[in-house]
């Protein structure tokens, strides 16, 4: 069965899109650590991130940069940090998360959001891709 990643590169499950191109997706998150809280995944789907060839390993940090910058142009913080868990879906994925304390980044502080902030959100940060 398709992961949920790839169901949304699919299209078969809505996301709040930032940015896209023919090897990467990037989304907010739904279930957010801290506001702005995003996912970029390679489209192809393969379950742990150092399995990736060395070409789309190596463009994953490239795509996010200018995602990471953007995101800190709109939410509050000291900086976007990068983690890459890998457990709890298996397609690989790194997640940007905006924070100003390193005690901010728990995924036991993640917590559902609501969908129409999200989408404001979302809007913002593409514009700061510009």
Excluded: W
């Excluded at 989304?27 to 991130?49: N, Q």
């Excluded at 940007?96 to 609501?114: C, G, M, Q, S, V």
């Amino acid at each position: 069965m398709a992961s949920i990643f790839t169901q949304i590169i699919n299209g078969d499950i809505p996301c709040h899109k930032l940015a896209e191109d023919e090897r990467y997706l990037s989304f907010l998150d739904i279930r957010p650590i801290h506001t702005g809280h995003a996912l970029v995944i390679p489209k192809k789907e393969i379950d742990y991130i150092f399995d990736l060839d060395d070409d789309l390993l190596g463009g994953l940090l490239p795509f996010a940069r200018p995602i990471a910058r953007a995101i800190e142009k709109i939410v509050p913080c000291a900086r976007v940090g990068l983690v890459v868990a890998g457990i709890e879906v298996p397609h690989a994925h790194v997640h940007l998360i905006p924070f100003t304390e390193i005690a901010e980044i728990k995924f036991e502080n993640a917590r559902p959001a609501d969908h129409a902030e999200l989408a404001k959100l979302a809007e913002s940060i593409r514009g700061g891709l510009a």
